[in-house]
């Protein structure tokens, strides 16, 4: 059963940085993601991809954190991590893990910034920036 936690938000000024993470858990039968991605929803907002990262390490990020945020991963501890640079106050939002195995629905690529590409949710974690 794949549990993902996140951790790392709170509140900052604009121009400051967070990092989030995520630990990503399985049995011993689902060790490792065909991807994972952080999405976010802003207040009053419908759910968005901000950055993903596949089995190969190909990374994809949203037009809007490219420049600002990075996404890495730590594979020997199963950590995600999303590094949040010069942060905008549109930056504002619950902030959630996600990961899943296998294709995309589109059957391509593991590669995705789609919700329904994804599985394994986390509980989301609130960054607010504030000024």
């Known amino acids: 059963v794949v549990q993902l936690v996140e951790s790392g938000g709170g509140s900052v000024q604009a121009g400051g940085s967070l990092r989030l993470a995520c630990i990503a858990a399985?049995?011993?039968?689902?060790?490792?993601?065909?991807?994972m991605a952080w999405f976010r929803q802003p207040p009053g907002k419908e759910r968005e991809g901000v950055a993903a990262?596949?089995?190969?390490?190909?990374?994809t990020y949203a037009d809007s954190v490219k420049g600002r945020f990075t996404i890495s991963k730590d594979k020997a501890e199963n950590i995600l991590y999303l590094q949040m640079n010069s942060l905008k106050l549109e930056d504002t939002a619950v902030y959630y893990c996600?990961?899943?195995?296998?294709?995309?629905?589109?059957?391509?690529?593991?590669?995705?910034?789609?919700?329904?590409?994804?599985?394994?949710w986390g509980v989301g974690t609130q960054v607010t920036v504030s000024s």
């Open positions: 990262i596949d089995l190969s390490d190909i990374t």
């Open positions: 996600a990961a899943a195995f296998g294709r995309t629905a589109s059957g391509t690529t593991w590669l995705s910034m789609r919700v329904a590409d994804f599985t394994y």
């Open positions: 399985s049995d011993t039968y689902m060790r490792h993601y065909s991807r």
